[in-house]
Protein backbone atom coordinates (compact mmCIF):
# COMPACT_ATOMS: atom_id res chain seq x y z
CA UNK A 1 0.00 0.00 0.00
CA UNK A 2 1.39 3.51 -1.03
CA UNK A 3 0.09 6.72 1.08
CA UNK A 4 -0.08 8.99 -2.00
CA UNK A 5 -0.95 12.88 -3.06
CA UNK A 6 -3.35 13.22 -5.57
CA UNK A 7 -0.97 14.59 -7.84
CA UNK A 8 1.79 12.03 -7.53
CA UNK A 9 -1.38 9.18 -8.33
CA UNK A 10 -2.81 10.82 -11.87
CA UNK A 11 0.72 10.95 -13.22
CA UNK A 12 1.40 7.24 -12.06
CA UNK A 13 1.27 4.37 -14.28
CA UNK A 14 1.12 1.97 -11.61
CA UNK A 15 -1.70 0.48 -12.43
CA UNK A 16 -3.37 -2.53 -9.75
CA UNK A 17 -1.09 -0.79 -6.86
CA UNK A 18 -3.20 -0.76 -3.43
CA UNK A 19 -2.91 3.24 -3.01
CA UNK A 20 -4.15 5.10 0.52
CA UNK A 21 -5.13 8.98 -0.21
CA UNK A 22 -6.98 11.79 1.65
CA UNK A 23 -8.78 14.42 0.03
CA UNK A 24 -12.14 16.37 0.44
CA UNK A 25 -14.97 15.38 -1.74
CA UNK A 26 -15.19 17.55 -4.31
CA UNK A 27 -18.83 16.38 -5.76
CA UNK A 28 -20.14 12.59 -5.80
CA UNK A 29 -22.68 11.78 -8.44
CA UNK A 30 -24.75 8.56 -9.51
CA UNK A 31 -23.85 7.54 -5.54
CA UNK A 32 -20.58 5.95 -7.00
CA UNK A 33 -18.33 8.35 -8.66
CA UNK A 34 -16.75 10.55 -6.26
CA UNK A 35 -14.52 13.44 -7.07
CA UNK A 36 -11.65 14.25 -4.40
CA UNK A 37 -8.96 16.85 -4.35
CA UNK A 38 -6.33 16.84 -1.93
CA UNK A 39 -4.55 20.75 -2.70
CA UNK A 40 -2.09 19.43 -4.62
CA UNK A 41 -2.99 19.33 -7.86
CA UNK A 42 -5.94 21.65 -9.50
CA UNK A 43 -7.14 18.25 -11.28
CA UNK A 44 -8.94 15.66 -8.95
CA UNK A 45 -8.99 12.10 -9.08
CA UNK A 46 -11.80 9.70 -10.13
CA UNK A 47 -13.01 7.42 -6.64
CA UNK A 48 -15.48 4.67 -7.46
CA UNK A 49 -17.88 2.94 -4.78
CA UNK A 50 -18.67 -0.34 -4.19
CA UNK A 51 -22.46 1.07 -3.68
CA UNK A 52 -24.05 -1.59 -3.46
CA UNK A 53 -22.29 -3.37 -0.56
CA UNK A 54 -21.88 0.25 1.20
CA UNK A 55 -24.62 1.17 3.59
CA UNK A 56 -27.26 3.77 3.21
CA UNK A 57 -26.66 5.65 6.02
CA UNK A 58 -22.57 6.27 5.19
CA UNK A 59 -23.32 6.89 1.13
CA UNK A 60 -25.23 9.69 2.56
CA UNK A 61 -22.02 10.51 4.52
CA UNK A 62 -20.43 11.28 1.27
CA UNK A 63 -21.16 15.05 0.69
CA UNK A 64 -19.32 18.25 -0.60
CA UNK A 65 -16.41 19.56 1.22
CA UNK A 66 -16.16 16.18 3.46
CA UNK A 67 -12.66 14.63 4.25
CA UNK A 68 -12.28 11.15 3.69
CA UNK A 69 -9.47 8.60 4.02
CA UNK A 70 -9.92 6.13 1.00
CA UNK A 71 -7.96 2.67 -0.08
CA UNK A 72 -8.37 1.07 -3.12
CA UNK A 73 -6.86 0.15 -6.95
CA UNK A 74 -5.25 2.01 -8.88
CA UNK A 75 -6.71 1.66 -12.11
CA UNK A 76 -6.59 2.67 -15.43
CA UNK A 77 -9.89 4.58 -16.11
CA UNK A 78 -12.89 4.12 -18.81
CA UNK A 79 -13.86 7.43 -18.44
CA UNK A 80 -13.16 9.89 -20.97
CA UNK A 81 -12.21 12.64 -18.62
CA UNK A 82 -9.16 11.17 -16.94
CA UNK A 83 -6.40 8.22 -17.33
CA UNK A 84 -6.37 7.02 -13.56
CA UNK A 85 -8.97 6.17 -10.84
CA UNK A 86 -9.04 4.31 -7.41
CA UNK A 87 -11.05 1.72 -7.12
CA UNK A 88 -12.47 1.80 -3.61
CA UNK A 89 -11.72 -1.36 -1.00
CA UNK A 90 -12.52 0.71 2.21
CA UNK A 91 -13.02 3.95 3.09
CA UNK A 92 -13.24 6.48 6.07
CA UNK A 93 -15.35 9.65 6.67
CA UNK A 94 -12.55 11.44 8.69
CA UNK A 95 -14.79 14.97 8.65
CA UNK A 96 -18.52 15.26 7.85
CA UNK A 97 -19.61 18.33 6.05
CA UNK A 98 -23.57 19.24 6.19
CA UNK A 99 -25.07 19.56 2.90
CA UNK A 100 -27.63 22.28 4.70
CA UNK A 101 -25.02 24.25 6.31
CA UNK A 102 -22.64 23.74 2.91
CA UNK A 103 -25.18 25.31 0.82
CA UNK A 104 -24.90 28.53 2.82
CA UNK A 105 -21.12 28.90 1.90
CA UNK A 106 -19.40 29.33 -1.07
CA UNK A 107 -18.26 25.29 -1.25
CA UNK A 108 -21.72 24.60 -2.49
CA UNK A 109 -20.95 24.01 -6.31
CA UNK A 110 -22.04 26.90 -8.45
CA UNK A 111 -20.27 29.63 -9.47
CA UNK A 112 -19.95 32.22 -7.03
CA UNK A 113 -18.68 35.76 -7.40
CA UNK A 114 -14.54 36.57 -6.30
CA UNK A 115 -16.46 39.26 -4.28
CA UNK A 116 -18.68 36.59 -2.56
CA UNK A 117 -15.25 34.81 -2.19
CA UNK A 118 -13.28 37.06 -0.49
CA UNK A 119 -16.00 37.32 2.39
CA UNK A 120 -15.34 33.74 3.24
CA UNK A 121 -11.42 34.04 2.16
CA UNK A 122 -11.06 30.91 4.96
CA UNK A 123 -12.96 28.78 2.74
CA UNK A 124 -11.99 30.14 -0.97
CA UNK A 125 -9.07 27.69 -0.49
CA UNK A 126 -11.21 24.96 -1.54
CA UNK A 127 -12.28 26.21 -4.91
CA UNK A 128 -9.87 25.63 -8.08
CA UNK A 129 -9.48 29.00 -8.68
CA UNK A 130 -7.90 30.04 -5.63
CA UNK A 131 -5.91 26.36 -5.07
CA UNK A 132 -4.06 27.37 -8.76
CA UNK A 133 -3.63 31.02 -7.81
CA UNK A 134 -1.92 29.90 -3.93
CA UNK A 135 0.09 27.23 -5.67
CA UNK A 136 1.71 29.58 -8.51
CA UNK A 137 2.09 31.79 -5.47
CA UNK A 138 3.82 29.45 -3.48
CA UNK A 139 5.88 28.39 -6.61
CA UNK A 140 6.81 31.59 -6.95
CA UNK A 141 7.99 32.42 -3.82
CA UNK A 142 10.48 29.48 -4.72
CA UNK A 143 11.67 30.63 -7.73
CA UNK A 144 12.24 34.11 -5.92
CA UNK A 145 14.75 32.02 -3.65
CA UNK A 146 16.17 29.75 -6.40
CA UNK A 147 17.26 33.00 -9.01
CA UNK A 148 19.24 34.97 -6.18
CA UNK A 149 20.29 32.19 -4.70
CA UNK A 150 21.70 31.01 -7.98
CA UNK A 151 23.46 33.88 -8.55
CA UNK A 152 25.41 34.30 -5.08
CA UNK A 153 23.17 36.43 -3.29
CA UNK A 154 22.84 36.48 0.46
CA UNK A 155 18.82 36.69 2.50
CA UNK A 156 18.52 38.99 4.65
CA UNK A 157 15.79 39.74 7.16
CA UNK A 158 15.06 43.26 7.71
CA UNK A 159 13.26 44.39 11.06
CA UNK A 160 9.61 45.12 10.44
CA UNK A 161 9.31 47.35 13.88
CA UNK A 162 11.35 49.90 13.02
CA UNK A 163 11.72 53.76 13.40
CA UNK A 164 12.73 55.11 10.37
CA UNK A 165 10.73 55.97 7.27
CA UNK A 166 12.50 54.70 4.41
CA UNK A 167 10.55 56.28 1.55
CA UNK A 168 10.10 59.68 3.32
CA UNK A 169 6.02 59.08 2.37
CA UNK A 170 4.70 59.28 6.10
CA UNK A 171 2.11 56.80 5.53
CA UNK A 172 3.17 54.17 8.42
CA UNK A 173 1.24 52.38 11.37
CA UNK A 174 2.63 53.04 14.65
CA UNK A 175 3.39 50.65 16.59
CA UNK A 176 3.27 51.23 20.48
CA UNK A 177 2.87 49.49 23.60
CA UNK A 178 1.37 51.79 25.24
CA UNK A 179 -2.55 52.33 26.70
CA UNK A 180 -4.04 54.48 24.25
CA UNK A 181 -6.87 55.64 26.62
CA UNK A 182 -4.23 57.10 28.82
CA UNK A 183 -0.92 57.33 26.89
CA UNK A 184 2.22 59.12 28.23
CA UNK A 185 2.27 62.81 28.20
CA UNK A 186 5.65 65.64 28.77
CA UNK A 187 5.36 68.69 30.37
CA UNK A 188 3.80 69.87 27.38
CA UNK A 189 0.86 67.56 26.83
CA UNK A 190 2.85 65.90 23.76
CA UNK A 191 2.78 61.88 23.61
CA UNK A 192 6.02 61.07 25.48
CA UNK A 193 7.76 58.27 23.32
CA UNK A 194 10.65 57.83 25.41
CA UNK A 195 7.99 56.24 27.84
CA UNK A 196 6.90 53.87 25.23
CA UNK A 197 8.43 50.11 24.64
CA UNK A 198 11.25 51.24 22.43
CA UNK A 199 12.15 54.37 24.01
CA UNK A 200 10.78 56.34 20.88
CA UNK A 201 8.35 56.23 18.39
CA UNK A 202 8.67 53.29 16.38
CA UNK A 203 6.07 52.00 12.76
CA UNK A 204 5.85 49.27 10.73
CA UNK A 205 8.35 48.95 8.18
CA UNK A 206 7.36 50.33 4.28
CA UNK A 207 10.32 49.12 3.13
CA UNK A 208 13.37 47.02 4.06
CA UNK A 209 15.52 48.59 1.60
CA UNK A 210 18.01 50.66 4.51
CA UNK A 211 19.16 48.54 6.36
CA UNK A 212 19.25 46.00 3.12
CA UNK A 213 21.67 49.21 1.94
CA UNK A 214 24.11 48.45 5.05
CA UNK A 215 23.75 44.75 4.68
CA UNK A 216 24.92 44.75 0.68
CA UNK A 217 27.84 46.89 2.12
CA UNK A 218 29.61 43.84 3.68
CA UNK A 219 27.77 40.53 1.92
CA UNK A 220 27.68 42.67 -1.50
CA UNK A 221 24.73 41.27 -3.12
CA UNK A 222 21.47 40.35 -0.56
CA UNK A 223 17.65 40.26 -1.29
CA UNK A 224 15.47 40.64 1.31
CA UNK A 225 11.61 39.30 0.85
CA UNK A 226 9.26 39.69 3.76
CA UNK A 227 6.41 41.68 4.77
CA UNK A 228 5.97 45.41 4.26
CA UNK A 229 3.02 48.30 5.50
CA UNK A 230 1.66 51.07 3.94
CA UNK A 231 -0.99 53.20 5.50
CA UNK A 232 -1.98 54.99 2.49
CA UNK A 233 -5.83 54.81 1.97
CA UNK A 234 -6.18 53.77 -1.13
CA UNK A 235 -8.69 51.52 -2.15
CA UNK A 236 -7.73 50.38 -5.44
CA UNK A 237 -7.22 46.67 -7.36
CA UNK A 238 -3.60 47.47 -6.77
CA UNK A 239 -2.76 48.18 -3.47
CA UNK A 240 -2.51 46.00 -0.24
CA UNK A 241 -2.38 47.38 3.42
CA UNK A 242 0.37 44.74 3.98
CA UNK A 243 1.93 43.41 1.72
CA UNK A 244 5.27 41.27 0.58
CA UNK A 245 8.19 43.09 -0.83
CA UNK A 246 11.63 41.30 -2.61
CA UNK A 247 14.08 44.06 -2.56
CA UNK A 248 17.93 42.72 -3.79
CA UNK A 249 20.62 45.47 -3.03
CA UNK A 250 24.03 45.08 -4.78
CA UNK A 251 27.53 46.57 -4.00
CA UNK A 252 29.56 47.88 -7.06
CA UNK A 253 26.37 48.05 -9.31
CA UNK A 254 25.21 50.82 -11.20
CA UNK A 255 21.64 51.97 -12.75
CA UNK A 256 22.40 49.96 -16.10
CA UNK A 257 23.19 46.68 -13.91
CA UNK A 258 20.01 47.00 -11.64
CA UNK A 259 17.59 47.31 -14.89
CA UNK A 260 19.80 43.97 -16.29
CA UNK A 261 19.26 42.54 -12.74
CA UNK A 262 15.47 43.23 -12.70
CA UNK A 263 14.80 41.91 -15.80
CA UNK A 264 16.79 38.83 -16.02
CA UNK A 265 15.03 38.19 -12.35
CA UNK A 266 11.68 38.80 -13.95
CA UNK A 267 11.80 36.59 -16.35
CA UNK A 268 13.38 33.63 -14.16
CA UNK A 269 10.77 33.51 -12.27
CA UNK A 270 7.86 33.98 -15.10
CA UNK A 271 9.91 31.17 -17.07
CA UNK A 272 9.81 28.88 -13.90
CA UNK A 273 6.16 29.00 -13.11
CA UNK A 274 5.28 28.64 -17.37
CA UNK A 275 7.73 25.49 -16.65
CA UNK A 276 6.84 24.21 -13.17
CA UNK A 277 2.73 25.20 -12.97
CA UNK A 278 1.31 24.11 -16.56
CA UNK A 279 -2.21 22.89 -15.01
CA UNK A 280 -2.90 25.35 -12.48
CA UNK A 281 -1.66 28.42 -15.46
CA UNK A 282 -3.53 26.55 -18.34
CA UNK A 283 -6.75 26.57 -15.81
CA UNK A 284 -6.38 30.38 -15.07
CA UNK A 285 -6.13 31.03 -18.65
CA UNK A 286 -9.20 29.74 -19.41
CA UNK A 287 -10.91 31.26 -16.24
CA UNK A 288 -9.70 34.29 -17.91
CA UNK A 289 -11.38 33.77 -21.29
CA UNK A 290 -14.22 33.19 -19.64
CA UNK A 291 -13.90 36.10 -17.82
CA UNK A 292 -13.38 38.27 -20.59
CA UNK A 293 -16.33 37.31 -22.64
CA UNK A 294 -18.23 39.24 -19.85
CA UNK A 295 -16.24 42.34 -20.55
CA UNK A 296 -16.50 44.81 -23.94
CA UNK A 297 -14.07 44.02 -26.86
CA UNK A 298 -12.28 47.25 -26.76
CA UNK A 299 -11.45 45.78 -22.57
CA UNK A 300 -10.29 42.58 -23.80
CA UNK A 301 -5.94 41.38 -23.50
CA UNK A 302 -4.94 40.62 -27.32
CA UNK A 303 -2.95 37.67 -25.80
CA UNK A 304 -3.87 35.08 -23.75
CA UNK A 305 -2.56 34.26 -20.33
CA UNK A 306 0.69 31.96 -21.60
CA UNK A 307 1.10 33.85 -24.77
CA UNK A 308 1.04 37.05 -22.03
CA UNK A 309 3.92 35.16 -19.43
CA UNK A 310 6.04 34.02 -22.89
CA UNK A 311 5.63 37.21 -24.23
CA UNK A 312 7.47 38.66 -21.08
CA UNK A 313 10.42 35.86 -21.04
CA UNK A 314 10.95 36.23 -24.68
CA UNK A 315 11.30 39.88 -25.65
CA UNK A 316 13.70 42.72 -24.32
CA UNK A 317 11.73 45.80 -21.82
CA UNK A 318 12.10 49.18 -23.80
CA UNK A 319 14.37 50.82 -21.35
CA UNK A 320 12.74 54.68 -21.93
CA UNK A 321 14.04 58.06 -20.13
CA UNK A 322 11.24 60.09 -17.66
CA UNK A 323 11.90 62.50 -20.19
CA UNK A 324 11.30 60.48 -23.32
CA UNK A 325 8.15 59.23 -21.66
CA UNK A 326 6.68 62.73 -20.55
CA UNK A 327 7.38 63.53 -24.77
CA UNK A 328 5.39 60.55 -25.83
CA UNK A 329 2.63 61.45 -23.43
CA UNK A 330 2.62 65.19 -24.02
CA UNK A 331 1.91 64.39 -27.82
CA UNK A 332 -0.41 61.94 -27.30
CA UNK A 333 -4.04 61.33 -28.63
CA UNK A 334 -5.62 60.54 -24.96
CA UNK A 335 -3.93 64.23 -23.89
CA UNK A 336 -4.71 65.97 -26.90
CA UNK A 337 -8.00 65.14 -26.78
CA UNK A 338 -8.53 65.71 -23.11
CA UNK A 339 -8.72 61.98 -22.65
CA UNK A 340 -6.52 61.91 -19.52
CA UNK A 341 -7.67 62.95 -15.90
CA UNK A 342 -4.38 64.44 -14.98
CA UNK A 343 -3.48 65.92 -18.38
CA UNK A 344 0.44 65.96 -18.96
CA UNK A 345 1.52 69.77 -19.00
CA UNK A 346 4.83 69.47 -18.25
CA UNK A 347 8.35 68.07 -17.29
CA UNK A 348 8.71 67.54 -13.52
CA UNK A 349 4.67 66.17 -12.76
CA UNK A 350 4.97 63.03 -10.99
CA UNK A 351 3.19 60.16 -13.68
CA UNK A 352 -0.36 58.49 -12.68
CA UNK A 353 -1.43 54.73 -13.28
CA UNK A 354 -3.41 56.22 -16.61
CA UNK A 355 0.11 57.32 -17.76
CA UNK A 356 2.17 54.05 -16.95
CA UNK A 357 -0.56 51.50 -18.81
CA UNK A 358 -1.09 54.21 -21.94
CA UNK A 359 2.85 53.55 -22.34
CA UNK A 360 2.59 50.11 -21.72
CA UNK A 361 -0.44 48.93 -23.06
CA UNK A 362 -1.03 51.10 -26.26
CA UNK A 363 2.23 52.92 -27.04
CA UNK A 364 4.93 50.44 -26.76
CA UNK A 365 2.77 47.29 -26.05
CA UNK A 366 5.61 45.73 -23.98
CA UNK A 367 6.77 46.11 -20.53
CA UNK A 368 8.92 49.38 -20.06
CA UNK A 369 11.70 50.88 -17.60
CA UNK A 370 11.38 54.15 -17.07
CA UNK A 371 14.23 55.93 -15.92
CA UNK A 372 16.42 59.25 -14.63
CA UNK A 373 13.07 60.70 -13.17
CA UNK A 374 12.63 64.29 -11.50
CA UNK A 375 14.29 64.22 -7.94
CA UNK A 376 11.79 66.38 -6.67
CA UNK A 377 9.15 63.55 -7.45
CA UNK A 378 11.52 60.69 -6.03
CA UNK A 379 12.96 59.73 -2.64
CA UNK A 380 15.64 61.06 -0.97
CA UNK A 381 18.62 58.00 -1.32
CA UNK A 382 18.44 58.15 -4.87
CA UNK A 383 21.79 59.25 -6.68
CA UNK A 384 21.24 62.95 -8.20
CA UNK A 385 22.54 63.02 -12.00
CA UNK A 386 24.96 65.41 -13.46
CA UNK A 387 21.98 67.68 -14.50
CA UNK A 388 21.35 68.27 -10.95
CA UNK A 389 17.33 67.78 -11.31
CA UNK A 390 17.07 63.93 -12.51
CA UNK A 391 18.20 60.91 -9.99
CA UNK A 392 19.33 57.47 -11.56
CA UNK A 393 15.49 55.94 -10.44
CA UNK A 394 13.50 53.32 -12.28
CA UNK A 395 10.07 52.11 -12.29
CA UNK A 396 9.37 48.77 -14.25
CA UNK A 397 5.84 49.21 -15.63
CA UNK A 398 3.76 46.44 -16.99
CA UNK A 399 0.47 45.69 -19.17
CA UNK A 400 -2.65 45.82 -16.69
CA UNK A 401 -0.60 46.24 -13.66
CA UNK A 402 1.50 49.55 -13.84
CA UNK A 403 4.48 49.70 -11.79
CA UNK A 404 5.89 46.49 -10.51
CA UNK A 405 8.96 47.71 -9.86
CA UNK A 406 10.26 51.17 -7.72
CA UNK A 407 14.18 50.79 -7.35
CA UNK A 408 17.23 53.21 -7.68
CA UNK A 409 21.10 53.73 -7.90
CA UNK A 410 21.58 54.87 -4.05
CA UNK A 411 23.66 58.13 -3.29
CA UNK A 412 26.90 57.38 -2.21
CA UNK A 413 28.25 60.62 -1.65
CA UNK A 414 28.28 61.44 1.83
CA UNK A 415 27.88 65.30 1.38
CA UNK A 416 25.10 65.32 -1.60
CA UNK A 417 23.10 62.54 0.69
CA UNK A 418 23.63 65.07 3.53
CA UNK A 419 22.65 68.23 1.28
CA UNK A 420 19.63 65.98 0.63
CA UNK A 421 18.60 65.18 3.58
CA UNK A 422 18.70 68.75 5.12
CA UNK A 423 16.54 70.05 2.06
CA UNK A 424 13.73 67.49 2.69
CA UNK A 425 13.74 67.98 6.74
CA UNK A 426 15.07 64.82 6.99
CA UNK A 427 16.69 64.32 10.71
CA UNK A 428 20.37 63.27 10.23
CA UNK A 429 20.89 61.92 13.48
CA UNK A 430 17.31 59.67 12.99
CA UNK A 431 19.82 57.97 10.14
CA UNK A 432 23.13 57.83 11.54
CA UNK A 433 23.89 54.27 10.96
CA UNK A 434 22.53 55.14 7.20
CA UNK A 435 25.04 57.74 6.85
CA UNK A 436 27.68 55.82 8.27
CA UNK A 437 27.96 53.59 5.14
CA UNK A 438 28.75 56.68 2.80
CA UNK A 439 32.02 57.08 5.41
CA UNK A 440 33.22 53.95 5.81
CA UNK A 441 34.06 52.45 2.28
CA UNK A 442 31.51 53.55 0.21
CA UNK A 443 30.64 52.57 -3.34
CA UNK A 444 27.94 52.49 -6.11
CA UNK A 445 25.15 50.80 -5.28
CA UNK A 446 22.05 49.66 -6.67
CA UNK A 447 18.65 48.36 -5.79
CA UNK A 448 15.01 47.74 -6.51
CA UNK A 449 11.97 46.47 -4.82
CA UNK A 450 9.70 44.17 -6.05
CA UNK A 451 5.82 43.95 -5.10
CA UNK A 452 5.00 40.23 -4.99
CA UNK A 453 1.24 40.22 -5.06
CA UNK A 454 1.64 42.58 -8.37
CA UNK A 455 3.79 39.95 -9.62
CA UNK A 456 1.48 37.30 -8.49
CA UNK A 457 -1.62 39.19 -10.26
CA UNK A 458 0.03 39.42 -13.45
CA UNK A 459 1.38 35.80 -13.69
CA UNK A 460 -2.37 34.35 -12.58
CA UNK A 461 -4.09 37.28 -14.95
CA UNK A 462 -6.51 37.90 -11.86
CA UNK A 463 -7.47 41.66 -11.90
CA UNK A 464 -7.67 42.28 -8.03
CA UNK A 465 -4.67 42.13 -5.68
CA UNK A 466 -7.20 41.48 -3.14
CA UNK A 467 -7.60 37.48 -4.59
CA UNK A 468 -3.80 36.79 -4.56
CA UNK A 469 -2.86 36.56 -1.04
CA UNK A 470 -4.46 34.53 1.44
CA UNK A 471 -6.17 37.39 3.58
CA UNK A 472 -5.90 40.87 2.24
CA UNK A 473 -5.83 43.80 4.76
CA UNK A 474 -6.84 46.88 2.92
CA UNK A 475 -8.85 49.89 4.26
CA UNK A 476 -11.57 48.68 6.66
CA UNK A 477 -11.07 45.26 6.59
CA UNK A 478 -8.64 42.77 8.45
CA UNK A 479 -11.18 39.77 9.07
CA UNK A 480 -9.74 36.28 9.47
O1 LIG B 1 8.15 51.94 -5.30
P1 LIG B 1 8.22 51.51 -3.86
O2 LIG B 1 7.51 52.34 -2.85
O3 LIG B 1 9.76 51.39 -3.54
C1 LIG B 1 10.34 51.11 -2.34
O4 LIG B 1 9.75 50.83 -1.32
C2 LIG B 1 11.84 51.06 -2.41
N1 LIG B 1 12.37 51.18 -1.05
C3 LIG B 1 12.27 49.76 -3.07
C4 LIG B 1 13.76 49.61 -3.19
O5 LIG B 1 14.38 50.30 -3.97
N2 LIG B 1 14.34 48.70 -2.45
O6 LIG B 1 7.67 50.03 -3.74
C5 LIG B 1 8.23 48.99 -4.51
C6 LIG B 1 7.16 48.13 -5.13
C7 LIG B 1 6.24 48.87 -6.09
O7 LIG B 1 6.82 48.97 -7.36
C8 LIG B 1 5.01 47.97 -6.08
O8 LIG B 1 5.21 46.86 -6.92
C9 LIG B 1 4.98 47.49 -4.66
O9 LIG B 1 6.27 47.63 -4.13
N3 LIG B 1 4.03 48.25 -3.84
C10 LIG B 1 2.83 47.78 -3.43
N4 LIG B 1 2.22 46.60 -3.64
C11 LIG B 1 1.01 46.42 -3.08
N5 LIG B 1 0.39 47.33 -2.31
C12 LIG B 1 0.97 48.53 -2.06
N6 LIG B 1 0.35 49.41 -1.28
C13 LIG B 1 2.25 48.79 -2.64
N7 LIG B 1 3.10 49.84 -2.59
C14 LIG B 1 4.16 49.49 -3.32
MG1 LIG C 1 7.31 53.37 -6.48
Not at 94 to 113: M, W
Not at 240 to 247: G, N, R, V
Not at 378 to 401: C, H, Q, S, W
Not at 428 to 453: A, I, M, N, P, Q
Amino acid sequence: MIKAKIAELLNSDQFLQEVEVNGWVRSFRSNRFIALNDGSTINNIQCVIDFENTPEDILKRITVGAALNIKGTLKESLGSQQSVEVEVTSFNILGDANPEEVKLTILSPKRHSLEKLREQAHLRIRTNTFGAIMRVRSKLSFAVHSYFQQNNFHYVNTPIITGSDAEGAGEMFKVTGMDLNNPERDEKGNINYKEDFFGKETNLTVSGQLEAETYAMGLGQVYTFGPTFRAENSNTSRHLAEFWMIEPEIAFCDLDGNMDLAEDFIKYVVSYVLENCKDDLEFLENRLKDDEKTKPAAERSDLDLLAKLKFVTENNFKRVSYTEAIDILKNSKPNKKKKFQYPIEEWGQDLQSEHERFLVEKHFKCPVILFDYPADIKAFYMRLNEDGKTVRAMDILFPGIGEIVGGSQREERLDVLKEKMKALDIDEKELWWYLDTRKFGTCVHSGFGLGFERLVLFVTGMTNIRDVIPFPRTPQNAEF
